[in-house]
């Protein structure tokens, strides 16, 4: 796996594990997912691979629904438009045309992406793409889990909004973590003079971003915020430094 493919698989696999902790799968599941760059496309990827249905995806220019869903084929078409051609995301409507391209309204404050109805969302764009009326719009909408695929792209209010209506956040510092995991598996080959296959390297990513979901939770467990992946990503973070820097007597 390169980074990127390892870092849009680590946030589906941390989605996945949201899902199952809720007794529910990813299969069968509508996403709303940003982006058209690397992440964006193998969080697609993932999400096709466990049986979910995406319904979006977009770029600078604005974004594209299709209500039958972008299945494998049609993403293959993203990956040659984007990746060798370099083109725009409307291009997708015009192989495929009863899917609709929606155009960036600078006059709008927020973004018609987040406001169809949908079960999961993905933010694999930009930082603050998800401001508090985008939230509002992905509750109104049934979305019950938010995964980050992009840095911080959900403001503050945003974050907000989501814990007072109980929607499922997984934080880009925890959910995001698969590409620095896999570089830090081709670091031990490399060391060990060892050569995984990507079936292998893959099931170990699966079994990273499972370790850190159950960390997320155990840290906000433990410190009187159950359930809070945020708070426990901050802690555990916090924890393992500083439990570093006391073992190295730096403090």
């Excluded at 509508?30 to 319904?55: C, D, P, Y």
């Excluded at 725009?88 to 495929?96: A, H, L, M, V």
């Excluded at 309204?105 to 998800?130: F, G, K, M, Y």
Aim: net charge negative; aromatic share 8%.
């Amino acid at each position: 796996l390169i980074r990127p493919e390892a870092t849009g698989y680590g946030v589906v696999y941390f989605a996945s594990e949201m899902l199952a902790r809720h007794g529910e799968t990813t299969e069968g599941k509508r996403w709303l997912v940003s982006g058209s760059g690397n992440v964006a496309q193998f969080t697609v990827e993932k999400i096709l691979h466990l049986g979910g249905k995406v319904l979006t995806m977009s770029d600078s220019s604005g974004y594209i629904y299709d209500e039958e869903g972008i299945d494998t084929a049609k993403l293959a078409s993203i990956k040659e438009m984007k990746n060798i051609r370099r083109g725009r995301i409307q291009e997708y409507c015009e192989r495929y045309p009863r899917a609709t391209f929606v155009p960036i309204d600078p006059a709008l404050d927020w973004n018609p992406l987040w406001s169809h109805r949908a079960d999961c969302a993905v933010p694999a764009a930009t930082q603050n793409e998800i401001n508090g009326k985008d939230a509002l719009h992905l509750v109104a909408g049934g979305v019950r889990l938010v995964c980050e695929g992009a840095n911080m792209p959900s403001s503050p209010d945003a974050i907000d909004i989501f814990k007072s209506h109980n929607i499922l956040f997984g934080p880009a510092k925890a959910a995001n973590a698969g590409g620095v995991a896999v570089s830090g598996l081709e670091m031990a080959q490399d060391s060990m003079r060892l050569s995984w296959s990507s079936e292998e390297v893959d099931a170990r990513l699966h079994a990273i971003m499972k370790r850190i979901h159950c960390t997320c939770l155990d840290a906000a467990s433990t410190y009187g915020r159950k359930g809070d992946y945020l708070a426990g990503a901050n802690i555990a973070g916090f924890v393992k430094v500083a439990s570093a820097m006391l073992d190295q007597g730096l403090v």
